[in-house]
């Protein structure tokens, strides 16, 4: 059972992370670096590069966790991620907030559902 978690946790993230890549792609996938003059569309690319490093970072924690500690390293890498999303000295730029909002963002979602398919079962 508790190996059959952490395979569902990995597979699940897996999925989030495909999704999110694909919406990076979708947007040319362009880093910071090769930003618009404007700005705009490389703030979309800026958010789901985000999404994918967090969800990235996510898979490692439950690949290198046991059952029971991949949902509390999972927390507290999602309060480094709103700590950045919100810190002046960690996002000095609107183009790395959006990045640390996309991290933020995916990893919520994942904390979410993970909360929902606890109390369904």
Do not use: K
């Amino acid at each position: 059972m508790f190996t059959e978690r952490r395979s569902g946790r990995h597979d699940h993230l897996r999925a989030r992370r495909g999704a999110a890549a694909s919406r990076w792609a979708g947007t040319g996938g362009a880093p910071l670096c090769d930003l618009d003059p404007a700005g705009v569309s490389g703030q979309a690319a800026r958010y789901h590069e985000g999404e994918v490093a967090a969800l990235s970072e996510a898979m490692r924690i439950v690949a290198a966790a046991g059952p029971v500690d991949a949902i509390p390293l999972l927390q507290q890498a999602f309060a480094q991620w709103t700590h950045r999303a919100n810190s002046l000295s960690a996002s000095p730029t609107q183009a790395w907030r959006v990045y640390h909002e996309g991290g933020r963002d995916a990893l919520e979602a994942f904390l979410e559902a993970e909360r929902r398919d606890l109390r369904a079962r």
